[in-house]
């Protein structure tokens, strides 16, 4: 039937929860915004460019994270969010989008993000240039820069597949005891280390994860 509908979550430790009139249901199927508070809200009220109905991002967001100081970052293919020029990366404070840097200014999407407990921020993708620095496929923000993730000369830093062939990275873990794991397509960082598509960040290098994975 079509109308608001309550949310009820049950767990072992805490009981029953009730999120009253979380979501309402149409005749299309569609879910909207409730009337009980726990309803969708948009994240940044601008309007989004040339789109009269859109709040929020132009274009696809494919991985979002939260800092410990409840910054959340956004990766994906937009060019605008919030009404903010932010390419394929941004960072929201609450209240305003805003650009990390010069972003990624290549037809590249950003798929991930991971905020490290460090205050430091991952970011993978098809990406080979992040904010005008050279690391492919990975890079981390300090929170005013982009850094490159690898230990060799600047156009092989990063993850790829081959010396000729890109990769991409598709999920990014930051430990919080400092350590980063990297998922996606790549068998190398720096042609001494073999990656089998996963492999973890030290602080300095990439190492390999065992043998990884074969495909």
Known sequence: STGLVNIVIQTESNGVSTLTNAYRYNPAGQIVGGSGGSGWRSVGQARVPGQSMAVGAQNTIYG??????????????FTNI???????????DGTNWSSMGLGIRQFANANCMAAGSNGIVYAGGYATNWGGVNSR?????NGSAWEAMGDNTEFERGLFFSKFVNGYVNSIVAASN????????F?????????????KWNGTAWTNMQDGLRN
């Open 64 to 77: 979002l994270s939260m800092s410990t100081n409840r910054i959340l970052y956004a990766g994906g293919g």
């Open 82 to 92: 919030g009404g903010s020029n932010c390419y394929r990366v941004a960072q929201y």
């Open 137 to 141: 496929a990975i890079a981390k923000w």
């Open 178 to 185: 400092g350590a980063v794991y990297a998922g996606g397509y």
């Open 187 to 199: 068998t190398n960082s720096n042609y001494r280390t073999h990656l089998g598509y996963a492999a």
